[in-house]
């Protein structure tokens, strides 16, 4: 190559670099004019700002009902169910062969009969032979006996002139006074005494009486029929008495005053109620003992109710407690102190309450609760007199919200419903009495 073209290309690359650098000299100088120009910008934006205006968060203001906790001495009713039984039921058995000649008009299944009525006779007329066989028996050994202590004494009489020396062992002296005659004539009284006895006791099976005051539930016999010893003639139970099985579960025990083991004592009391006739009906007892046993399976204990007379039978003007009844059961428990009842709806998860602070604020209070059922809670701790807790249901996102207060009721006035408690009606007062005096009566309290 000439040293005219060496010449030329240097020329062009020195051409080409001086360009370059003039390039990015333009880039860098273009950047930060662009740069001083934004912040000269915001600077003057920022400057520039209107002032800034700082408003309250509006509270919405929430409109509530509630109770004002009064701290009360309770007694914690537990409910329980249960059905009314016989305390006494019997199948009523002939103890005699016979064909049914008498039956009584109370003989019928629903029939009342009271201790010692006859129900039924069967025909006596063999039970009357036997007895007038036995009769006879009886005076013929009465009359053989008399015959053999008649010889006896004679033979004493001759015993005692015969001479010592001719007197022999006991044996034969007892033989020549006739003793074994003698025991044996007594022994024959004896056994047709004992005939006489039982012909006697077997004619008065021949009328078949109730063995208590009593309520006829089936039949099995009727007139004409002929019966055998062991057959059923009529099932029945007592009217005197009746009772109720509630089950108790295990961790409400503690709430009750039961009976004593092996006491008559009268436990807690018990309002047993049911509906008839589209009215409820309410009846007066007590706990009269417990089963003293846990049920494997279920694990309740049944405590037994007693009530007199359920049939109303001595009182015209009570309502019967029919057997077979189902019935509710609210048992009184012991007195418990410094307890809060509340309604149970009113209690959050994890037994949180809504309470209204100093300042009208909604607060979350954690509460503990006594173990028990039903339509109320009662609160042993986490509230005191006077604090007022929301009977309206609210969700979580209400936590700190303004209340006021719509409506304010005493919680030891307030019912199931957060409404004020019904006071009892003047008639429903004197029903309730007249059962508890029947009652009384019944226990004699």
């Not at 001479?163 to 024959?188: E, I, N, V």
């Not at 039978?313 to 102190?337: M, S």
């Amino acid at each position: 190559m000439s040293v005219l073209a060496r010449f030329s290309v240097l020329c062009q690359r020195t051409l080409i670099g001086s360009y370059t650098v003039v390039s990015r000299n333009k880039q860098v100088f273009f950047s930060i004019v662009m740069l001083a120009g934004s912040v000269m910008i915001t600077t003057i934006l920022y400057l520039k700002r209107p002032a800034t205006i700082i408003e309250e968060p509006v509270r919405t203001i929430v409109t509530v009902d509630v109770t004002e906790v009064v701290k009360q001495n309770l007694r914690i009713p537990i409910q329980a169910q249960g059905t009314v039984t016989p305390l006494q039921e019997t199948s009523v058995m002939s103890e005699v062969n016979g064909r049914i000649i008498e039956v009584s008009p109370s003989f019928i299944v629903g029939g009342f009969v009271s201790k010692d009525d006859v129900l039924l006779r069967i025909d006596p007329r063999n039970y009357e032979t036997s007895l007038l066989r036995a009769e006879a028996s009886v005076k013929s050994a009465q009359s053989n006996l008399a015959q053999e202590t008649g010889r006896a004494k004679v033979a004493e009489q001759e015993w005692k002139k015969t001479p010592r020396g001719k007197q022999r062992t006991q044996a034969s002296k007892d033989l020549y006074l006739r003793k074994p005659q003698l025991d044996q004539a007594l022994a024959q009284m004896l056994a047709a005494q004992a005939d006489l006895n039982t012909a006697s006791d077997n004619l008065e099976r021949t009328s078949i009486r109730a063995p208590y005051d009593a309520l006829i539930r089936t039949k099995h016999s009727e007139l004409g029929q002929f019966v055998a010893a062991g057959t059923p003639l009529a099932d029945i139970f007592s009217v005197e008495y009746a009772q109720i099985r509630l089950p108790i579960p295990q961790n409400k025990l503690e709430y009750l005053e039961l009976p004593e083991l092996g006491t008559m004592q009268n436990g807690s009391p018990v309002d047993l109620y049911t509906e008839v006739g589209g009215q409820v009906k309410h009846w007066s007892a007590y706990l009269h003992h417990t089963e003293g046993v846990f049920d494997a399976r279920s694990r309740v204990l049944f405590s037994v109710v007693r009530i007199k007379d359920p049939y109303g039978l001595q009182y015209p003007h009570a309502e019967p407690l029919r057997i077979g009844t189902f019935v509710n059961a609210r048992i009184e428990g012991k007195e418990l102190f410094d307890i809060v009842r509340l309604p149970r709806y009113v209690i959050r998860a994890g037994n949180n309450v809504w309470v209204i602070d100093e300042t009208g604020l909604l607060r979350t209070r954690s509460v503990t609760l006594l173990r028990t059922g039903g339509d109320f809670v009662y609160v042993s701790a986490g509230l005191n007199d006077g604090e007022l807790v929301s009977l309206t249901t609210l969700d979580n996102s209400f936590e700190g919200a303004q209340v006021r207060i719509e409506s304010q009721i005493p919680s030891n006035m307030v019912d199931q419903a957060g409404r004020p408690e019904k006071q009892p009606e003047p008639e429903i007062i004197e029903a309730t009495a007249a059962a508890e005096l029947l009652t009384n009566d019944s226990y004699g309290n």
